[in-house]
């Protein structure tokens, strides 16, 4: 969405990677980056590892859609999680 698409349009999901993916370098190193196994431990460490991105879309989305920025609900909510 911040590049001026439409996310999840058809057959989106099966470039994700490839040469004609609409991801920048940096958006598909942090898809590298985020990978992981069955192992709860390694899939925390991945939800921990998301968190940067999550809020900075969340600040992102709520700019656009002029709306209030709540990021002490949004890390209240993670921490739940975590």
């Known amino acids: 969405m911040a590049a001026g698409y439409q996310p999840n349009a058809f057959g989106d999901w099966s470039k994700i990677d490839g040469e004609?993916?609409?991801?920048t370098e940096s958006q598909?190193?942090?898809l590298r980056q985020w990978h992981a196994n069955q192992d709860a431990e390694d899939i925390m460490k991945v939800v921990k590892a998301l968190i940067p991105e999550?809020?900075?879309i969340h600040?992102?989305?709520c700019v656009q859609l002029d709306i209030k920025t709540e990021t002490a609900k949004i890390e209240d909510i993670l921490n739940m999680v975590l």
């Open 20 to 23: 004609r993916s609409k991801l």
């Open 28 to 30: 598909k190193y942090l």
């Open 54 to 56: 999550l809020l900075a």
């Open 59 to 61: 600040q992102s989305l």
